[in-house]
């Protein structure tokens, strides 16, 4: 059975950085692993990918606080996020191909 299990969400004032991961289970690991968020009220947008060889996209208006990398070994994909924003709170998720987890909460307030 094919899943992906995010964590590392939480509450965390402005400026502050957390790490997000995506483990993922039931399909080998060299997928594109997209990261995608959705603010309240608003559309699910993506924030990053990561090819099955590593190679990585940010969005311009992210990158220099994004990053997305991966440990093969682990089957699992990280969303390093720094210099967080109020406008970063959002339920991020992890998807492969067809494939969506539940989302975590990402809050950035003071």
């Known amino acids: 059975q094919v899943q992906l299990v995010e964590s590392g969400g939480g509450l965390v004032q402005p400026g502050g950085s957390l790490r997000l991961s995506c483990v993922a289970s039931g399909f080998t690991s060299n997928f594109r692993v997209n990261w995608y968020r959705q603010p309240p009220g608003k559309g699910r947008e993506l924030v990053a990918t990561i090819s099955g060889t590593g190679v990585t996209r940010v969005p311009n208006t992210l990158r220099g606080r994004f990053t997305v990398s991966r440990d093969f070994a682990k089957d699992t994909v990280y969303l390093q996020m720094d210099n967080l924003k109020s406008e970063d709170t959002a339920v991020y998720y992890c998807?492969?191909?067809?494939?969506w987890g539940q989302g975590t909460q990402v809050t950035v307030s003071s």
């Open positions: 998807n492969s191909a067809d494939f």
